[in-house]
């Protein structure tokens, strides 16, 4: 008898985001779903760690899905998800479904969700991130009228055949991005944009005068007709393969004769 396929649902939205629900219905005929979350918002921490502190771990109820709350980041969920709850590697992780699309290499270094399938592929754990584009006051935000119908679909059927065929060869993370209000969707296998946040600072005074700042961001469109930032805003369904490698491609003999030219000295 084949043992029941376990998949660990885990996000950077929080445990009560409606992503994180849909996600977790959209793939329950596929094994055992198991809901290991931060236990609040804990977008942009990247693959941060709590090292230096203490992490609780609280079981609650999702409808009918076993759910733990963690109090730390996605990566510490994760962690966390197979060394204490599950007690074994999952054969799935998916995280999201975010609130919000995660592109670029702005959001590789930032993004909780992408963090998240990152900290799980380093355990050999095939992993996603699905993440819905959000517009205005949706961005961050867990509302009910967000429509997941798609992402949700796009999700499983992602999911189903990474638990049938494997990851794709060298491919550590499939970071997913979904467009809002697409009919039949089109898959486009992209890279990378640079970046997509022009930041800014907002100087503001406290009630004694004092200055403090808000970070801003605007949003870059790309001309690239290869990117992820292209694929989304012309509606595709933008399917970035991540790998945990982040060794820069550069010929070796130009590397080290550049190394040869430094000069240390006497300092």
Known sequence: M?????????NDDGIRSYGLIAAANALKDL????????????????RSLSLFEPVRVSGVRIKEHEAYAVAGTPSDAVLLAEHAVLKRKPDLLV????VGENLSTDSVMTSGTIGAALTGASQDIPSIAISLQAKGAHVFEARSEVDFGLAAKVASALASHVLSYGMPEKV???????PMDIGNPRFKVTKLQRNIFD???????????NAYFWLGIDLKKSKRTDSDVYALYNGFVSVT????????????????????TLDIGAR
């Open 2 to 10: 084949t043992q029941e396929k376990t998949i660990l649902v885990t």
């Open 31 to 46: 094994g055992k779903v198991v809901i290991v979350a931060p236990s609040v918002q804990k977008s942009g921490v990247g």
């Open 95 to 98: 995280s999201g479904i975010n």
């Open 172 to 178: 550590d993370v499939l970071n997913v991005n979904v």
């Open 199 to 209: 930041f800014r600072t907002i100087e503001r005074l406290d009630p004694l005068g």
């Open 241 to 260: 393969p991540l790998t945990l490698d982040n060794t820069a491609v550069a010929q070796e003999n130009t590397l080290q004769k550049w190394l040869e």
